[in-house]
């Protein structure tokens, strides 16, 4: 056993990769797929930031096409705004920190314990989403304490702010048939 396991950190390839960079609490599977494809369709970063890139819709029309376009074009990046603001709001509350310390506490607790036996309570074995409904129930009143219902309305208004601007005043990237049609006086 532990030669295959000598064998298996040979196989590995050094340095880091995407998937050693992704979080291995992710299990295999659709959330590590979606994580994977995001990471892979992210946009520069120099030309999603750039200044002179930056301008006022001449009409509602063009209005509507950037931010038809640049929410498809970016949504990688938009993606990672929203998950940088949601870090920001974590990190900035401290109550927030301890409420989410204390769900996640008892979820390792819960696991722990699973590990050595079935979790019984009242003589009836409790299943995993249960265990996972009693840790939320636990620290429920940490995340209300904490104000978790106004972090989720900032983060969301915030991400709703930052991507619609950022969608309406970026100008879109010039399409081969496009700069051939002309607009009817």
Same mark, same amino acid.
């Given at each position: 056993?532990?030669?295959?396991?000598?064998?298996?950190?040979?196989?590995?390839?050094?340095?880091?990769?995407?998937?050693?960079?992704?979080?291995?609490?992710?299990?295999?599977?659709?959330?590590?797929?979606?994580?994977?494809?995001?990471?892979?369709?992210?946009?520069?970063?120099?030309?999603?930031?750039?200044?002179?890139?930056?301008?006022?819709?001449?009409?509602?029309?063009?209005?509507?096409?950037?931010?038809?376009?640049?929410?498809?074009?970016?949504?990688?990046?938009?993606? $990672?705004? @929203?998950?940088? +603001?949601?870090?920001?709001?974590?990190?900035?509350?401290?109550? !927030?920190?301890?409420? *989410?310390? /204390?769900?996640?506490?008892?979820?390792?607790?819960?696991?722990?314990?699973?590990?050595?036996?079935?979790?019984?309570?009242?003589?009836?074995?409790?299943?995993?989403?249960?265990?996972?409904?009693?840790?939320?129930?636990?620290? $429920?009143? @940490?995340?209300? +304490?904490?104000?978790?219902?106004?972090?989720?309305?900032?983060? !969301?208004?915030?991400? *709703?702010? /930052?991507?619609?601007?950022?969608?309406?005043?970026?100008?879109?990237?010039?399409?081969?048939?496009?700069?051939?049609?002309?607009?009817?006086?």
């Amino acid at each position: 056993m532990a030669a295959e396991k000598d064998q298996q950190k040979d196989a590995e390839p050094e340095g880091l990769s995407a998937t050693t960079l992704l979080p291995k609490l992710i299990p295999s599977g659709a959330g590590r797929e979606w994580l994977e494809r995001r990471r892979a369709t992210i946009r520069p970063w120099g030309s999603f930031v750039d200044q002179r890139r930056f301008s006022r819709p001449r009409n509602l029309g063009e209005l509507c096409q950037r931010l038809v376009r640049n929410v498809e074009y970016y949504q990688s990046n938009y993606v $990672f705004v @929203f998950l940088g +603001l949601i870090l920001y709001c974590v990190v900035t509350s401290p109550m !927030l920190l301890v409420a *989410l310390a /204390v769900f996640f506490g008892a979820c390792y607790i819960l696991y722990l314990r699973t590990l050595q036996s079935k979790f019984v309570l009242f003589g009836r074995e409790v299943s995993p989403a249960h265990q996972y409904a009693l840790a939320g129930g636990v620290s $429920f009143p @940490f995340f209300w +304490l904490a104000g978790a219902g106004s972090a989720v309305f900032w983060v !969301l208004g915030a991400t *709703l702010v /930052v991507i619609g601007s950022h969608a309406a005043f970026h100008q879109t990237e010039a399409v081969d048939g496009e700069e051939l049609q002309m607009e009817a006086v």
